[in-house]
């Protein structure tokens, strides 16, 4: 009988589908412990990855707020994976997720925050 691959595993696995650098960056940010888990008091959650040139808003497996992942995800179709959302997968594998609860109305300014696009340089 086969085993199941461990999370940290196939987390692990995904950072194949990056470039080189980028799965630096996702090691690197999952060993310093800039993905965070924010949960309301209410129960609803978001994660959020601190990046280089700021946090970005990760849903899922499958969405990331930052640049790369609209440019290489949605709009050229290279890749399915930026490095904040293989950073998020090896952190929580691993557990190096860092825990914020806030209030709902904090946590809908931190969403509002990381989904205005407008300032992303």
Request: aromatic share 10%; hydrophobic share 40%.
């Amino acid at each position: 009988m086969t085993r199941a691959p461990r999370r940290q595993d196939w987390s692990r696995e995904l950072l194949r589908l990056l470039p080189p650098e980028s799965a630096v960056k996702a090691i690197r940010a999952a060993e310093e412990g800039r993905v965070i888990r924010i949960s309301s008091t209410e129960g609803f959650g978001a994660w959020v990855v601190e990046g280089e040139r700021g946090a970005y808003l990760v849903l899922g497996d499958y969405f990331c707020t930052c640049t790369d992942f609209y440019i290489e995800a949605l709009l050229r179709r290279g890749r399915p994976y930026c490095y904040h959302l293989i950073a998020k997968e090896i952190a929580e594998a691993e557990g190096k997720v860092r825990e914020r609860v806030v209030s709902r109305g904090e946590l809908t300014r931190l969403l509002m925050e990381l989904t205005d696009f407008r300032d992303d340089p």
